[in-house]
């Protein structure tokens, strides 16, 4: 069974461009949920979807930060425009009940320059 | 406002003795307990978990031990391999919501 999975590895930008990150979770997984870690810090809850609705994203930092998960399945989540705080690693996780054990992808880490 | 407390950055032990590793939470509506392992680069990988109902939950050299009315809980590798050479989070869980610790840094030495 293939576990989560997250594009792209890596991103470097320039501060002011968008960067879209997409998460793929395990099949079956109804519950998708996206964290970060920036520099120095613990990792942060950002949001929680199930299924296709979101259920809190009330660790989203600003209105700069725009995730979606349309029909269900992958979510994408887009910084636009990117500022240099954004830098760090973004994380996806996914669990078949909410409540239940997550398990995450390998990261994807962002660079803002 | 950190809720959940790893106070040893780094622990170090010799290959074959027993690792522990401790976690210090605040929030009460914490559920569920769990432990992450992590190594460079790649994502958390999900190690054991306990129940708030529980005090001891065991799974091969894993064992993890939580005192509710301390707001306490621990983490025991034994023995301890090189490849449990890793960083390690607690993360309790409310509801869908997990709460990571900074993490503790744990090296094997052969």
């Known amino acids: 069974e293939a576990g989560v999975t997250q594009f792209p590895s890596h991103s470097v930008i320039e501060k002011g461009q968008t960067v879209t990150l997409r998460c793929d979770p395990i099949s079956g997984h109804d519950n998708l949920y996206w964290y970060r870690r920036v520099m120095g810090k613990e990792i942060k809850f950002l949001l929680h979807f199930v299924k296709e609705s979101k259920q809190d994203e009330s660790g989203m930092p600003n209105n700069r930060f725009l995730a979606e998960r349309t029909g269900g399945t992958y979510s994408t989540l887009k910084v636009q425009p990117a500022e240099l705080e954004d830098s760090g690693v973004y994380f996806c996780?996914?669990?078949?009940?909410?409540?239940?054990?997550?398990?995450f992808g390998p990261g994807t880490r962002l660079l803002v320059l | 406002d950190q809720q959940v407390k790893q106070n040893s950055p780094s622990l170090s032990v010799q290959e074959g003795r027993i690792s522990i590793l401790n976690c210090d939470y605040t929030?009460?509506?914490?559920?569920?307990f769990l432990w992450y392992k992590k190594y460079p680069a790649e994502g958390p990988t999900f190690l054991i978990s306990i129940s708030s109902i529980k005090d001891k939950n065991e799974d091969g050299r894993f064992t993890v031990f939580l005192n509710k009315s301390a707001k306490h809980l621990s983490l025991h590798i034994v023995p301890s391999q090189p490849g449990d050479s890793a960083v390690y989070f607690c993360a309790p869980l409310n509801d869908y919501k997990l709460s990571f610790g900074a993490g503790t840094t744990v090296t094997v030495r052969a």
């Open positions: 929030n009460s509506m914490f559920d569920y």
């Open positions: 996780a996914s669990s078949q009940v909410s409540g239940q054990t997550q398990y």
